[in-house]
Every structure is written in C-alpha cells, then in structure tokens.
C-alpha cells in the first residue's frame, strides 16, 4: 500500500507541474500573439489615422506646440483673474450716538478698512471725531483712507 501511495502522488505531482507549466506557456503565446499584432496594425496607420481613431474614441489629440500654447494661456488667463481686485461698497446709516469705533467696526465688515480700532485712532489723529452727523454714507473699497474719513467725518 506504501507502494501506491508514493506512485500516485508521483503521478499527482507531475501533472500539477506539467499543467502549470502549460497554462503558464499558453498565456504567454497569446500576450505575444496580441502585442505582435497591435504593433503590426499601429505599424500600418498613418499619423491621420491615428489622429482619427484617437479622436472617434474621445481623446484630444494636438499637437506639443498648441498644447505649450494652450498652457502658457490658461497661466495667463489665470495671472489676469488673480490680478483682478474686488471691489467692496457699503451703504450704511450713521444714527445718534454712533461714534467713530461703531463706524470703523461696520466699515472692517464690509472690507472696507482693516482694523476698526485703528480706523477710530486715525480719526482721532485727525481730530475730526466729533464731526460724525447722522446720515446715510457710501464708500467703497477703490477710495483712499483719507477720503473714507473726509466723507464720513464732514467739517
């Protein structure tokens, strides 16, 4: 019994080593097959051609000079954007009892100036504090410092 059972796992062995041998050969002739053949029709097309068929499969085919171009473009275009400033306007309503914080306070909301606490300090500088009326104002962010405060703070 000894006998039979080393025969067949001897038998069992080898055909597990015979088989994988074969299906490990058998994909490797049809890798080969495929790419020889792919290699063989790409070999047959003109530059058109394959222009076409890449385009009918939904790529985008140009050429390193129009794609340099179209890049240094959308840096530009990108440059132009990031250059562009925004501009802020407020419309705001001074009342009785305002002072020159409270502005400067509704003022760094609308973008208008950085820091209301420096706002009240440079209108202090001026001396022009006491020069708030009520009223309705409108500034925006292109006009000077100077000129946010002269048309706020009118003698």
């Known amino acids: 019994m000894n006998k039979l059972s080393s025969f067949a796992a001897g038998?069992?062995?080898?055909?597990?080593?015979?088989?994988?041998?074969?299906?490990?050969?058998?994909?490797?002739?049809?890798?080969?097959?495929?790419?020889?053949?792919?290699?063989?029709?790409?070999a047959k097309l003109s530059n058109s051609q394959m222009k076409d068929k890449l385009e009918h499969a939904g790529y985008v085919v140009q050429t390193k000079a129009a794609y340099d171009k179209d890049l240094a473009d959308a840096k530009s275009s990108a440059e132009k954007s990031a250059k562009t400033k925004t501009v802020n306007r407020v419309v705001f309503q001074v009342t009785d009892g305002m002072t020159s914080i409270d502005v400067g306070k509704l003022l760094e909301k609308a973008n208008i100036v950085d820091d209301a606490f420096q706002f009240s300090k440079d209108v202090e500088k001026k001396g022009v504090e006491n020069h708030l009326r009520p009223g309705t104002y409108v500034v925006d962010s292109t006009m000077s410092y100077d000129k946010v405060i002269s048309t706020i703070f009118k003698k």
């Open 11 to 42: 038998i069992l062995l080898a055909t597990a080593v015979t088989g994988a041998v074969y299906f490990s050969e058998t994909g490797k002739a049809a890798d080969n097959t495929v790419k020889k053949t792919n290699t063989a029709e790409t």
